[in-house]
Nanobody
Framework: QVQLVESGGGLVQAGESLRLSCAAS????????MGWYRQAPGKQRELVAA???????NYGDAVKGRFTLSRDNAKNTVYLQMYSLKPEDTAVYYC?????????WGQGTQVTVSS
């Protein structure tokens, strides 16, 4: 079992920044890919950013150039630094930990961007 604990969501104004953290714990025996997805009301869950075990990153088109994903392997933690936030970034953000064909998800953290 893997547990994911997210933190850092909140309410900000457009143009401001926010940082999300996701710490993984439990049955983790090696460096694993991790990432963030988000889901806005009435919309499908979409990729925000992901990082592979080797450190390569991939970003959703909507956030490229504004969000940065990094990781601390020693802490099994990923950080999503979000800059220049827009109202359309408002969503519940979920940490994602895929392993052996199974997807672990965090409980979600709300990010609300006011105009």
């Amino acid at each position: 079992q893997v547990q994911l604990v997210e933190s850092g969501g909140g309410l900000v104004q457009a143009g401001e920044s926010l940082r999300l953290s996701c710490a993984a714990s439990g049955s983790i025996f090696s460096i694993n890919g991790m990432g963030w997805y988000r889901q806005a009301p009435g919309k499908q869950r979409e990729l925000v950013a992901a990082i592979t075990s080797g450190g390569s990153t991939n970003y959703g088109d909507a956030v490229k150039g504004r969000f940065t994903l990094s990781r601390d392997n020693a802490k099994n933690t990923v950080y999503l630094q979000m800059y220049s936030l827009k109202p359309e970034d408002t969503a519940v953000y979920y940490c994602h930990f895929p392993r052996f064909g199974y997807n672990y998800w965090g409980q979600g953290t709300q990010v609300t961007v006011s105009s």
